[in-house]
């Protein structure tokens, strides 16, 4: 079935290192959408992509769709110990369900100072 | 941003019980709600989406009879864990969306703990 990939399934980095997580798809999206989940807490909307090769970017982070529309990465300049968290990406199949999310198996970033 | 009520946050009972969990949007009306399950630092996985008005779409392995999802108004859907079993501890969380391919808005989550 549908299956949606991420790599690493956790990083641990230094403060003020980049950090950069990649999300897989093994079907067409159409569209991505990425959400940060804090520990104990509930995921929390960041950004959504639709477009193919669509880059956005909201301060530190750098989110990308690619051209295939089967993958996206979001990466975070100088990461702060605010950025502790696990990273979902989660997508709509080009074919499925409109509002249905599939999510991919998340990054956990762990920060240390 | 849009606000998600969820409630209980916490529920600790006895083998046998039944759990209601309600999921609100405080802010907007919630044309799909869905239901998720999340093990410890694993994904969401998603075990329902329910309209109103209409019956849940159950994802494949859900026990419809199980896991009771109710969705009479665009702002409340309930999910109700009949005669819980240990093996039904879990995190669960409701989102709601305003129908197409918006966004999902979370509600803070219930940890369901059955003895």
């Known amino acids: 079935g549908q299956q949606v990939m991420q790599i690493p399934q956790y990083q641990h980095v230094q403060e003020g290192e980049d950090f950069t997580t990649y999300c897989n798809s093994s079907?067409?999206?159409?569209?991505i959408q990425w959400y940060k989940q804090r520990p104990g807490g509930h995921p929390v909307f960041l950004i959504q992509l639709v477009k193919s090769g669509e880059v956005k970017k909201q301060k530190r982070l750098t989110f990308q769709f690619g051209e295939a529309k089967k993958n996206s990465s979001l990466h975070i300049t100088a990461t702060q110990t605010t950025d502790v968290g696990t990273y979902f990406c989660a997508g709509h199949l080009a074919t499925g369900t409109a509002s249905k999310l599939t999510f991919g198996t998340g990054t956990r970033l762990q920060v240390t100072l | 941003g849009a606000v998600v009520s969820q409630h209980p946050s916490r529920v600790i009972c006895k083998s046998g019980t039944s759990v209601k969990i309600e999921c609100r949007s405080l802010d907007f009306q919630a044309t799909t709600m869905f239901w998720y399950r999340q093990f410890p630092k694993q994904s969401l996985m998603l075990m329902a989406t329910s309209n109103e008005g209409s019956k849940a779409t159950y994802e494949q392995g859900v026990e419809k009879d199980k896991f009771l999802i109710n969705h009479a108004s665009l702002t409340l859907s309930t999910l109700t864990v009949t005669s819980a079993h240990p093996e039904d501890s879990s995190f669960y969380i409701c989102?709601?969306?305003?129908?197409?391919?918006?966004?999902?808005?979370f509600g803070d989550g219930t940890r369901l703990s059955i003895l």
């Open positions: 989102s709601a969306a305003g129908g197409g391919n918006q966004p999902q808005h």
């Open positions: 079907t067409t999206l159409s569209n």
